[in-house]
């Protein structure tokens, strides 16, 4: 079992800055990769970010405005969003990946809403 804690979600204006932090508890050195996905409303959840390894992959709706990083824990990771504009507006999710077959936890989300 692995749980999820994400804070850093919160309201800011468009071209503004906010950093999103998940910690991970539990069974982490099952876990192969780390991640953000968002979901807006009335819409499905999509890919912000994730890391695993060396690698990072990210969603095309953010590349160059959001950095995903890894604590020194590697239990933790971080969000840097940069730039936000009015459609990043979401609930955002951490997810982490484990073990061989690949199973998925989330977190409770975080709510970030970029006003115009």
């Known amino acids: 079992q692995v749980q999820l804690a994400e804070s850093g979600g919160g309201l800011v204006q468009a071209g503004g800055s906010l950093r999103l932090s998940c910690v991970a508890s539990?069974?982490?050195?099952?876990?192969?990769?780390m991640g953000w996905y968002r979901q807006a409303p009335g819409k499905q959840r999509e890919l912000v970010a994730n890391?695993?390894?060396?690698?990072?992959n990210y969603g095309d709706s953010v590349k160059g405005r959001f950095t995903i990083s890894r604590g020194n824990a590697k239990n933790t990771v971080y969000l840097q969003m940069n730039s936000l504009k009015p459609e990043d507006t979401a609930v955002y999710y951490c997810?982490?990946?484990?073990?061989?077959?690949?199973?998925?936890?989330w977190g409770q989300g975080t709510q970030v809403t970029v006003s115009s």
């Open positions: 997810n982490a990946v484990v073990g061989v077959i690949g199973y998925n936890y």
């Open positions: 539990g069974n982490i050195f099952s876990i192969s990769a």
């Open positions: 890391i695993f390894g060396d690698g990072t």
